[in-house]
């Protein structure tokens, strides 16, 4: 059973540019989350999905997007990208029936130029 | 903004001893998880308790939640050197929706 995947470990982008994430939930679960983590500090809740709608979101910008699939998968798209995005981005598994744990994958390091 | 805050924000102990780590937070909650981090990679689930619990055992990690204070610790007993890690609180702020809110972190050293 493989718990949460993210893809890719590494990337290394332009300012400017634009980014795409992804996430594979844990097995029997239906709800991604995504965090942003900077250096040092704690992860910041960037939104949530769930039966393919974005539920909650956190405090950031609209160049932050998303998209849920059928199969619960999530990618996280951010557009414009500025220095200040540089960070670790970690996906989040749950279930919204019953509560459970939630359980994060490895995270993505995004690094910006 | 963050809801919780880990006290202390460093730690450094040799193998062996106890580490203890607090953590507050600000709104009424559903439950509270502990996470580990090593070295900025994926965060580790510890333990979850929920708002009618006070205390939890796991293995060597003992956790207690006291919400009149609106506060947890995470106790690790005789400790290694591979519990060297981040430790980090999250709280649910009462939505029961998984938008976890993270303090900034315990980072405990644990010397050989």
């Known amino acids: 059973d493989a718990g949460v995947t993210q893809s890719p470990t590494h990337l290394i982008k332009t300012r400017g540019q634009q980014v795409t994430l992804r996430c594979s939930p844990k097995s029997g679960h239906d709800t991604v989350s995504w965090y942003q983590q900077a250096l040092g500090q704690g992860p910041q809740f960037i939104f949530q999905y769930y039966e393919e709608e974005e539920r909650q979101r956190g405090n950031f910008p609209d160049r932050f997007s998303g998209h849920q699939f059928p199969n619960y998968s999530s990618e996280l798209n951010v557009n414009a990208l500025l220095l200040g995005d540089s960070a670790l981005y970690l996906c989040?598994?749950?279930?919204?029936?019953?509560?459970?744990?939630?359980?994060f994958g490895q995270g993505t390091r995004l690094t910006v130029v | 903004s963050q809801q919780g805050e880990e006290d202390p924000q460093a730690l450094s102990i040799q193998e062996g001893e106890n580490a203890t780590m607090n953590c507050s937070y600000k709104?009424?909650?559903?439950?509270l998880q502990w996470y580990r981090q090593n070295s900025g990679r994926g965060l580790v689930h510890l333990i979850l308790?929920?708002?009618?619990?006070r205390e939890k055992h796991s293995g060597r990690l003992r956790v207690t939640l006291d919400t009149s204070k609106k506060s947890s610790s995470l106790l690790i007993t005789a400790s290694r050197a591979a519990d060297t890690a981040s430790y980090f609180c999250a709280t649910d702020g009462a939505s029961g929706t998984y938008k976890y809110i993270f303090g900034t972190g315990t980072r405990l050293k644990v010397l050989a």
């Open positions: 709104t009424s909650i559903n439950n």
């Open positions: 989040a598994s749950s279930s919204l029936r019953g509560v459970t744990e939630a359980f």
């Open positions: 308790i929920r708002s009618n619990e």
